[in-house]
């Protein structure tokens, strides 16, 4: 049976005892991406838990959301404070979302009494408070006694066992939102019936995040693409140049490893783009991967592999990716990953993006529509496709 059938839904809820009148507790992953003025650059995060919160405020809850934002370590950060997502939250709702100055205590207890049905209060960032991170449970009953039901849509923060996404559970019936259920749904059946042939490509920096995925998945794909600087701790185990490029030597061996079983369904990058610095105005040429000058950097997989994997994917009926494959955020080395998510893109196939840095290549191209699925959870998602248990899943099980 999977995940998917296990959980238990606000569907389940309503059927049984209704929302109406309900105190609401969700939680939802609003860490969105910010610029150096304190601009949200995609608000992508929170328009994924607009299916909720409309189920919510139509059956007549009161609204409560928590949610983290950025890396506080138990202090109150001005820039990382919540008044700019509530704001966003109310454009894209269409009714005011009041803003709280704190996520627990007499205050916030005052404001939740004093809620009427449709209303929607946002606590401030949760992870301002040490206790969260720690799991602390005094501090998961304080946040429990705001509500009578929680509603846990942060798939992104399921992998945590925190206050806001486990701990709260013990204290409240606790059912998984919209979002939640479409991504275990998603990623079961990447686990458990993926249609052939199946492709996997992953990159991104390191390998070291993506061993427990590969081992867990590689018996069912049929082949696993591989780009992104993670590509050069691969090379290293098969004894070939790798210049100044980023290299996991402590990974070498489970490279090697991994090298050794599945060598045919891992297919490497047959050229690089290399480059003498990590800037736009960099010198760079392609370079065969068995020439890597000493000198210089592998920054993106080359023409020859774009063509390479262009040839593998044409047929594929399901693709999961996650990592980019060159340092896009540099324009002249986001070619291998922005003309490989052109060609995911046009498939008659299940596509399934995992991770912030690939989602962002599909939203800045304008693609993210032609994506079966594009996931809100980087690690989570990780996680669950390495076949571990997540605590946030795990609490609201049947």
Same mark, same amino acid.
């Given at each position: 049976?999977?995940?998917?059938?296990?959980?238990?839904?606000?569907?389940?809820?309503?059927?049984?005892? %209704?929302?109406?009148?309900?105190?609401?507790?969700?939680?939802?992953?609003?860490?969105?991406?910010?610029?150096?003025?304190?601009?949200?650059?995609?608000?992508?995060?929170?328009?994924?838990?607009?299916?909720?919160?409309?189920?919510?405020?139509?059956?007549?809850?009161?609204?409560?959301?928590?949610?983290?934002?950025?890396?506080?370590?138990?202090?109150?950060?001005?820039?990382?404070?919540?008044?700019?997502?509530?704001?966003?939250?109310?454009?894209?709702?269409?009714?005011?979302?009041?803003?709280?100055?704190?996520?627990?205590?007499? !205050?916030?207890?005052?404001?939740?009494?004093?809620?009427?049905?449709?209303?929607?209060?946002?606590?401030?960032?949760?992870?301002?408070?040490?206790?969260?991170?720690?799991?602390?449970?005094?501090?998961?009953?304080?946040?429990?006694?705001?509500?009578?039901?929680?509603?846990?849509?942060?798939?992104?923060?399921?992998?945590?066992?925190?206050?806001?996404?486990?701990?709260?559970? %013990?204290?409240?019936?606790?059912?998984?939102?919209?979002?939640?259920?479409?991504?275990?749904?998603?990623?079961?059946?990447?686990?458990?019936?993926?249609?052939?042939?199946?492709?996997?490509?992953?990159?991104?920096?390191?390998?070291?995040?993506?061993?427990?995925?590969?081992?867990?998945?590689?018996?069912?794909?049929?082949?696993?693409?591989?780009?992104?600087?993670?590509?050069?701790?691969?090379?290293?185990?098969?004894?070939?140049?790798?210049?100044?490029?980023? @290299?996991?030597?402590?990974? @070498?061996?489970?490279?090697?490893?991994?090298?050794?079983?599945?060598?045919?369904?891992?297919?490497?990058?047959?050229?690089? @783009?290399?480059?003498?610095?990590? !800037?736009?105005?960099?010198?760079?040429?392609?370079?065969?991967?068995?020439?890597?000058?000493?000198?210089?950097?592998?920054?993106?997989?080359?023409?020859?592999?774009?063509?390479?994997?262009?040839?593998?994917?044409?047929?594929?009926?399901? @693709?999961?990716?996650?990592?980019?494959?060159?340092?896009?955020?540099?324009?002249?080395?986001?070619? %291998?990953?922005?003309?490989?998510?052109?060609?995911?893109?046009?498939?008659?196939?299940?596509?399934?993006?995992?991770?912030?840095?690939?989602?962002?290549?599909?939203?800045?191209?304008?693609?993210?529509?032609?994506?079966?699925?594009?996931?809100?959870?980087?690690?989570?998602?990780?996680?669950?496709?390495?076949?571990?248990?997540?605590?946030?899943?795990?609490?609201?099980?049947?």
């Amino acid at each position: 049976m999977s995940e998917q059938m296990k959980i238990k839904t606000m569907v389940e809820f309503q059927n049984e005892m %209704g929302f109406k009148g309900k105190r609401v507790l969700l939680r939802a992953d609003y860490n969105v991406p910010i610029d150096k003025q304190g601009n949200i650059t995609s608000d992508s995060r929170i328009r994924e838990s607009l299916p909720t919160i409309k189920y919510l405020l139509e059956h007549d809850a009161k609204l409560i959301i928590a949610t983290h934002f950025g890396r506080p370590d138990g202090r109150i950060v001005e820039e990382l404070r919540v008044d700019k997502i509530a704001e966003q939250l109310s454009k894209l709702v269409g009714k005011k979302v009041m803003k709280l100055n704190d996520s627990i205590g007499d !205050e916030v207890e005052k404001a939740v009494a004093e809620m009427k049905e449709g209303e929607i209060i946002m606590l401030e960032n949760i992870r301002f408070h040490t206790e969260e991170e720690k799991n602390d449970a005094a501090f998961a009953k304080k946040l429990s006694r705001l509500a009578n039901v929680f509603v846990m849509d942060a798939f992104g923060a399921c992998h945590r066992a925190h206050a806001s996404t486990e701990g709260i559970t %013990g204290f409240l019936p606790s059912y998984a939102g919209f979002l939640v259920e479409k991504e275990v749904s998603v990623m079961s059946k990447l686990l458990e019936k993926p249609e052939k042939p199946f492709m996997l490509i992953l990159g991104g920096s390191k390998i070291s995040d993506k061993i427990e995925v590969i081992k867990n998945l590689i018996g069912k794909a049929n082949c696993l693409l591989i780009g992104g600087a993670m590509m050069f701790t691969f090379y290293k185990a098969k004894g070939l140049e790798t210049g100044k490029s980023l @290299v996991e030597l402590d990974k @070498v061996d489970a490279a090697k490893g991994l090298l050794k079983k599945s060598s045919k369904k891992i297919i490497l990058p047959i050229d690089t @783009v290399a480059a003498d610095k990590i !800037e736009n105005n960099a010198i760079s040429k392609d370079i065969d991967v068995k020439k890597i000058p000493k000198e210089l950097i592998g920054l993106d997989i080359g023409p020859k592999t774009i063509e390479l994997f262009a040839k593998k994917l044409v047929d594929a009926k399901t @693709v999961l990716w996650n990592g980019p494959l060159g340092m896009y955020e540099i324009e002249k080395f986001a070619r %291998g990953t922005e003309e490989i998510a052109k060609i995911v893109s046009g498939l008659n196939a299940t596509t399934v993006i995992c991770g912030g840095d690939t989602a962002v290549v599909f939203e800045k191209l304008g693609l993210q529509q032609k994506i079966t699925h594009l996931s809100t959870g980087g690690g989570a998602s990780l996680e669950f496709l390495s076949g571990k248990e997540l605590p946030g899943l795990k609490a609201l099980m049947k």
